[in-house]
């Protein structure tokens, strides 16, 4: 049974240093430091702090989401529905076989409520993870700066009805919504026309998914927007990078709806390179189970995730019951 120690009380530039399990995170003016003990004595890796924050954020706004999410080539969680692993050097083929890495699992309530503390201290005042650089600036760094607790609050945009059905979650597509981004100055906001037959209304609806999208005030975080049984159509604006790289555990489509996103993707055990696709205004893809994929989107772009939420669906790729490929050609 894992027990969270107690924060150190070491603090560098105003900051906190956070324990979970042999895990320990520090960070400064610039940068994040993991250690964890390995070869009995501890390694350490470093990595950007808004890096590490955009990626931790992720992590807390999507409950350690689907599979493995990798802040980098060396850490990051894996999500075990219930429990979660955190890992340094697991997934990295050379950390791994010259017994650097280290794997622990905690309960994830437990976890997830250390990695709420690290972003709420770490999140100076004017940085928000999930904005885009030009939207956020370099707020990230320098020394401790106050917070942004209402910035590390904000969850995904689950809906309980269709976008715009009364008693839906918060729309975005009208006047009442967010501004539409620099980004999409261009994109028409008419809205479709409904005519329902008498006592059916408010039960049929239409809306504008370009105009909606338009209008959303993140990054590179999926809002649920339809739910057909475990069939979750999750669409998002996308600039700059993905803040993580995501291991799947499951098969996912992207159906890229305008501009373009140049997807890294490697093994999903190795992080060995394993093709590079440029997905551009049309193109739809089959992300396979068994591999790791990073987005590069040099201008705003508008990207559908096509999600399977089946629980059981994860036994069935690890058993070989379904290969990792949605077709087989
Ligand atoms: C993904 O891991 O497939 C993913 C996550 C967030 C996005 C887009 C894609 O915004
Ligand atoms: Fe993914």
Avoid at 220 to 248: D, M, Q, R
Wanted: include cysteine; hydrophobic fraction near 40%; charged fraction near 25%.
């Amino acid at each position: 049974m894992n027990t969270i120690a107690e924060p150190v009380q070491l603090t560098v530039a105003g900051y906190r240093t956070f324990e979970l399990g042999a895990f320990q995170f520090s960070r400064d003016e610039y940068f994040v430091t993991i250690s964890w003990p390995a070869k009995g004595q501890r390694q350490s890796h470093t990595l950007s702090a808004d890096a590490f924050l955009r990626a931790l954020m992720r992590d807390v706004a999507w409950g350690f989401f689907y599979g493995v999410v990798n802040f980098d080539s060396v850490f990051g969680t894996r999500n075990l529905y219930g429990r979660v692993e955190f890992f340094a050097g697991r997934l990295n083929e050379n950390y791994h076989r010259n017994g650097l890495s280290y794997v622990e699992v905690f309960d994830s309530p437990m976890a997830m409520k250390r990695i709420k503390e690290i972003l709420a201290d770490w999140v100076n005042e004017g940085f928000d993870p999930f904005a885009a650089p030009m939207e956020t600036g370099d707020k990230a760094f320098g020394e401790k700066n106050g917070s942004n607790l209402a910035a590390i609050d904000r969850f995904r945009v689950a809906t309980r009805r269709m976008p715009g059905l009364k008693g839906d979650s918060p729309l975005r597509g009208d006047e009442n919504g967010y501004p539409i981004n620099r980004a999409f100055a261009d994109v028409p906001q008419d809205v479709p026309e409904i005519q329902a037959e008498p006592g059916f209304e408010g039960e049929l609806h239409a809306f504008n998914l370009f105009a909606y999208l338009s209008r959303s005030d993140v990054t590179w975080n999926p809002s649920v927007t339809s739910v057909c049984k475990a069939s979750l159509f999750c669409p998002t604006t996308e600039e700059y990078i993905l803040p993580i790289l995501h291991g799947n555990d499951r098969v996912e489509w992207f159906l890229q709806f305008s501009d373009e996103i140049m997807w890294n993707i490697s093994d999903k055990e190795t992080g060995r390179p394993r093709a590079r696709v440029l997905m551009k205004a049309g193109d739809v893809a089959a992300m396979p189970a068994d591999i790791a994929h990073q987005g590069f989107s040099k201008k705003r772009s508008m990207l559908l995730v096509w999600e399977n939420a089946n629980p059981g669906i994860v036994k069935m790729h690890e058993t070989g019951e379904l290969p990792p490929y949605p077709v087989t050609f």
